[in-house]
């Protein structure tokens, strides 16, 4: 079965709307989490990490804690952007174990 | 410094025939991770390569087969291909292996079309 669940996309939202986008995982062990954003026509690119439970990992608004008593690590950010318009990926890695999420697309309109 | 590489962009190939995709790590970077994304999906991993040794597989058949060379860079070989193979494949480097939760720098990635 799927490591990680992420929540079904497409998402649309308002400029300066809040976001959060719900990501569950099961891994054996401690795992280190992650959240991935993929812009139209480019690779992927790190968003935000952590790595131990009750982390908070932020960078450019987004923010999202590594909760291990729901083993979740919701997305979230108090007000999008046009530019935040991508799709995003959960993903988890435990050893030598990888995982992503089927990734939710977010397109914020102004 | 030179972020990852991928070559080529795109390519077409037809059922049963081989492909051979390249990728070049960042610089400092002794890791190189493949991974497929089919279309409206997130990427599975194929396989890492961590100082020229397979270190980590995932559920690809033997067909899937790779190498890194002893400067890092990397190749995704796949033989007797087939529909389903059609997909981007994504190629990251990373400092360490995954295992230390360590960033992985991921490449633009191969559109694979195979007809």
């Known amino acids: 079965g799927d490591s990680v669940t992420q929540m079904e996309g497409p998402v649309t939202l308002s400029e300066e709307a809040f976001l959060t986008i719900n990501c569950t995982y099961t891994a054996t062990g401690y795992p280190s989490l992650f959240w991935y954003v993929q812009y139209p026509g480019e690779g992927l690119q790190l968003l935000l990490k952590?790595?131990?439970?009750?982390d908070k990992g932020s960078n450019k608004g987004f923010e999202a804690t590594y909760r291990k008593e729901t083993t979740s690590f919701h997305l979230e950010k108090g007000s999008v952007q046009v530019s935040d318009s991508a799709v995003y990926f959960c993903a988890r890695t435990n050893n030598n174990d990888m995982r992503f999420g089927a990734g939710t697309r977010l397109t914020v309109k102004p | 410094e030179t972020g990852v590489t991928q070559s080529p962009t795109h390519l077409i190939k037809t059922r049963g025939q081989q492909v051979t995709l390249r990728c070049s790590s960042q610089s400092g970077h002794n890791t190189v991770s493949w991974y497929q994304q089919a279309l409206g999906q997130g990427p599975q991993f194929i396989f890492q390569y961590y100082r020229e040794e397979e270190n980590g597989r995932g559920n690809f058949p033997p067909r899937f087969s790779g190498l890194q060379f002893p400067n890092y860079s990397s190749e995704l070989n796949v033989n007797a291909l087939e529909l389903d193979d059609s997909a981007l494949y994504l190629c990251?480097?990373?400092?360490?292996?995954?295992?230390?939760?360590?960033?992985?720098?991921f490449g633009p990635g191969t559109r694979l079309t195979v007809l």
């Open positions: 990251a480097s990373s400092s360490q292996p995954r295992g230390s939760g360590n960033e992985q720098f």
């Open positions: 952590a790595t131990k439970a009750d």
